[in-house]
């Protein structure tokens, strides 16, 4: 395991310190609109176009790869962002900034992709949960730590601008010095997304759910703590107590979601997250009386729930897939489809509503989508019989503070679900075997 370790060392620290820039970017962004005087309207639309662009580098970035390798790439992509940082001073448009966000959404997409097919390249079956585990706790604790860089100077001069550009730069330092071998690049696949909700309407509505939920968080946050009256240092504990708490209890819900049946667990963390939000939006009408300690405890409740939603809508939907018997062609592209297209409409509903009534709005349209969630879940426990235990593939944790892209899913997904050849056999790089019948299985099994 150590020498595993050891392989992607390099990576995971240059990943880390992209995602703690990024992290204290996305912060500082939305504290700056406030300064600029930006509606909250033009801010959601803003946050919506940084994921429309990891929507967008999600499905193509992977052709830049394929040309440049994946160190260049890596480097290239790592430079734009780093240029992107800068822009956003040098150039105080909103609709200058929606361009240069989509530029560094797609950006961000290419990292992701690279550090997930390095990962899965570098695991064996003996050791890819472990690995999984600390590229989830490189998510985490990277984006929870770059909360902390923010009151470091004024948001509304350069100089954390800066350095998010600083960051960016360092973070490639230690991936252009590895002597490790980048894996060849991964093809993407076609997504078809009728086939997906067929297969698991419960999966790609908590899927679609869970991008609404996160963008909406990491977008507009800032900007919620800003407008109920928060200090630098309050947004970045707020969101820092958002974010890092996602961790404390992936590991446990998705125990229980191995045990029983995954609606059911899915119901409970969506209500358990809505009555989270519900109070508070119930304590910002109560700041004056309680403070913003509330608001923080509150914080620290809703992100350990609510950064479950897409871990088990993900595996449910995985679950689906193998009892199924091989009808899905590209399960992790489409799932990353339906999360994307929530994260785009997310913020862009909440920064409307923002807009008419107030901070309260953000959490108010959470709670929204979380109660039609937990009807649908319930609906649907009533209409389809739950799956067996032997039918259940193993919970796979999914890092929930951004984009994710299809590498290391696809991986999991079939580490999970060796057996079922019958679906791998569908994936586009089984194609040749697809279309042999029976001696793609014997070609795989070879």
């Known amino acids: 395991m150590f020498v595993a370790i050891k392989s992607v060392a390099a990576l995971l620290l240059s990943f880390g310190l992209f995602i703690m820039a990024n992290g204290l970017f996305s912060t500082l962004l939305g504290v700056r609109t406030t300064i600029e005087g930006f509606t909250t309207d033009i801010t959601g639309i803003i946050v919506a176009c940084y994921f429309f662009g990891l929507f967008l580098g999600a499905r193509y970035a992977v052709r830049f790869v394929g040309v440049a390798g994946y160190i260049r790439a890596f480097a290239g992509f790592a430079s734009v962002m780093s240029i992107s940082a800068l822009l956003h001073v040098i150039w105080l448009d909103p609709y200058a900034w929606m361009v240069i966000r989509m530029l560094a959404g797609f950006c961000m997409a290419g990292l992701v992709m690279i550090t997930e097919s390095w990962l899965n390249q570098r695991a064996d079956s003996s050791m890819r949960g472990q690995l999984l585990s600390f590229y989830m706790i490189t998510n ?14 004024d948001p509304g001069e350069f100089q954390l ?10 973070a490639l330092i230690p991936i252009l010095l590895t002597r490790a071998k980048a894996p060849p690049p991964p093809t993407p696949g076609p997504v078809q997304l009728g086939q997906l909700f067929r297969l698991s309407p419960v999966g790609v509505f908590g899927a679609f759910c869970a991008g609404w939920i996160s963008a909406t968080n990491n977008g507009l946050g800032p900007v919620f703590t800003r407008e109920v009256g928060m200090s630098l240092g309050g947004t970045s504990i707020f969101m820092f107590c958002l974010i890092f708490s996602g961790l404390l209890l992936q590991w446990p819900i998705g125990r229980m979601s ?13 209500f358990l997250t809505l009555i989270s939000s519900g109070l508070l939006a119930y304590a910002i009408g109560h700041i004056d009386e309680y403070g913003f300690l509330p608001l923080f ?5 809703y992100g350990s729930t609510f950064y479950t939603l897409y871990s088990i809508s993900t595996s449910h939907i995985a679950d689906n897939a193998a009892a199924s018997g091989g009808s899905m062609v590209s399960v992790a592209s489409g799932v990353l489809v339906v999360y994307g297209a929530g994260a785009i409409v997310g913020p862009i509903v909440a920064g409307q509503v923002m807009g008419r009534v107030g901070p309260v709005g953000m959490f108010t349209t959470i709670s929204i989508i979380l109660t039609f969630l937990c009807l649908y879940i319930m609906y649907r426990q009533s209409v389809r019989v739950a799956l067996r235990a032997d039918e259940k593939q193993p919970f796979v944790p999914m890092p929930g503070t951004q984009f994710t892209g299809s590498g290391l899913y696809s991986a999991a997904r079939r580490e999970v679900d060796r057996a079922i050849t019958a679906i791998t056999n569908t994936l586009p790089w089984h194609e040749s075997e697809t279309e042999n019948g029976d001696k793609g299985t014997e070609k795989d099994d070879s």
Request: aromatic letters at 12%.
């Open 140 to 153: 985490y604790l990277g984006a929870g730590c770059g909360q902390f860089l923010l009151p470091l100077a």
């Open 161 to 170: 601008f800066s350095l998010v550009s600083i960051i960016f730069s360092l």
């Open 258 to 270: 191995d045990r029983f049946d995954r609606r059911r667990v899915l119901l409970i963390v969506a």
């Open 297 to 301: 405890i509150l914080g620290v409740v």
